[in-house]
């Protein structure tokens, strides 16, 4: 039975070691996931919906050029429009086309289209958040790159909610395993004790 036991606090100390790891990358995805999907990607979400019925004021590109970047030996494009505007009175800027539209590619065509339709100097309609004139921008509506963030983050917090599921899971049918391999190693040790060898047996007397 001693040796039985062992093994099973051994395997069990292993499974245990396992689970620690598995269930801090399952808490981590699953954070990281719900703040990236509700406190990064919602928001962008809610002010593209909302921009729709936002009101317009006047304003003007101050600039707008493609910038590049490396990552991963391979270069990265984005584009980079600033257009200032005015509010009663005060003057603001702000360089967002569409809420989600400032990431960068791989591909130059796409952020060389959007400096085009923004050249240095041209009058543009600029749609401001009336609660926060701050917050702005050129094309209001929400676009598929809109809830690239907010789908991101769902998808991580997912699947951090699916390696706990499966953690959780299997700790239990570990735990009846390890239940059933001890009352199998109690029952054997008992089956000994209760019939133990006797030396003289197969010996019969002579005579």
């Given at each position: 039975?001693?040796?039985?036991?062992?093994?099973?606090?051994?395997?069990?100390?292993?499974?245990i070691m396992g689970?620690?790891?598995?269930?801090?990358?399952?808490?981590?995805?699953?954070?990281?996931?719900?703040?990236?999907?509700?406190?990064?990607?919602?928001?962008?979400?809610?002010?593209?919906?909302?921009?729709?019925?936002?009101?317009?004021?006047?304003?003007?590109?101050?600039?707008?050029?493609?910038?590049?970047?490396?990552?991963?030996?391979?270069?990265?494009?984005?584009?980079?429009?600033?257009?200032?505007?005015?509010?009663?009175?005060r003057e603001y800027?702000?360089?967002?086309?569409?809420?989600?539209?400032?990431?960068?590619?791989?591909?130059?065509?796409?952020?060389?289209?959007?400096?085009?339709?923004?050249?240095?100097?041209?009058?543009?309609?600029?749609?401001?958040?009336?609660?926060?004139?701050?917050?702005?921008?050129?094309?209001?509506?929400a676009y598929f790159?809109?809830?690239?963030?907010?789908?991101?983050?769902?998808?991580?917090?997912?699947?951090?909610?699916?390696?706990?599921?499966?953690?959780?899971?299997?700790?239990?049918?570990?735990?009846?395993?390890?239940?059933?391999?001890?009352?199998?190693?109690?029952?054997?040790?008992?089956?000994?004790?209760?019939?133990?060898?006797?030396?003289?047996?197969?010996?019969?007397?002579?005579?």
């Open positions: 039975m001693t040796v039985a036991l062992k093994e099973n606090e051994s395997v069990a100390r292993s499974s689970g620690v790891v598995a269930t801090t990358i399952g808490l981590s995805f699953a954070t990281a996931g719900y703040v990236v999907a509700f406190y990064v990607g919602w928001p962008i979400v809610e002010n593209a919906q909302a921009s729709q019925n936002w009101p317009v004021a006047s304003g003007a590109v101050t600039d707008s050029r493609v910038t590049t970047s490396q990552s991963d030996e391979s270069t990265l494009y984005r584009a980079e429009v600033l257009y200032s505007y005015e509010v009663d009175g800027s702000s360089d967002v086309v569409w809420f989600g539209g400032n990431s960068s590619t791989s591909r130059r065509s796409g952020p060389a289209e959007t400096v085009a339709r923004y050249p240095v100097g041209a009058e543009v309609k600029v749609h401001y958040n009336p609660a926060d004139p701050a917050v702005a921008v050129l094309e209001p509506g790159s809109t809830y690239s963030l907010f789908g991101t983050g769902l998808l991580c917090l997912t699947i951090g909610i699916l390696l706990l599921f499966w953690i959780v899971k299997n700790a239990l049918q570990r735990k009846l395993i390890f239940r059933y391999a001890a009352l199998d190693a109690e029952e054997s040790y008992d089956d000994v004790e209760s019939d133990p060898v006797d030396p003289d047996a197969g010996f019969g007397e002579d005579g």
